[in-house]
């Protein structure tokens, strides 16, 4: 038994990841403090979900390299920044060290996976 086809971004397993790290991290988020709604709290959230967003943009603009590369480096980026907000919320102490691995780990899977994809993007193309 294969596997199923790639109809749309939500079946790549970069997207299945960095949803369910984006949900995880969502759910942490809930316990920083009060002072932080409008920092930390607002950039990791927004960070964390922008990797699948930019993701979905990318998978709609495969019939343009140029274009489907640019948003992957988005996604590549603001994997790389949720990264630094993770570092930064164990560095306050709002998260300990073992429960921010866990979603440091997924980011740099996901960051393999697109690195994979930027530096062969020819098998992802629409070709007309």
């Not at 086809?5 to 997207?15: V, W």
């Not at 927004?46 to 967003?53: E, G, K, L």
Request: proline share 4%; aromatic share 10%.
């Amino acid at each position: 038994m294969g596997k199923e086809p790639i109809k749309s971004h939500e079946d790549l397993e970069a997207y299945k990841m960095a949803f369910d790290v984006a949900m995880k991290i969502f759910d942490l988020s809930k316990q920083f403090p009060a002072e932080e709604k409008y920092s930390l709290t607002d950039q990791i959230r927004r960070s964390s979900r922008s990797v699948c967003a930019n993701l979905a943009e990318a998978w709609r603009k495969r019939s343009y390299e140029a274009a489907f590369i640019a948003k992957l480096n988005d996604c590549e980026s603001e994997a790389a920044e949720t990264q630094t907000w993770l570092k930064f919320a164990v560095k306050c102490d709002y998260l300990n060290v073992e429960t921010a691995r866990e979603p440091y780990g997924t980011y740099n899977r996901v960051l393999g996976i697109l690195v994979t994809i930027i530096k062969n993007p020819s098998p992802w193309l629409i070709k007309h």
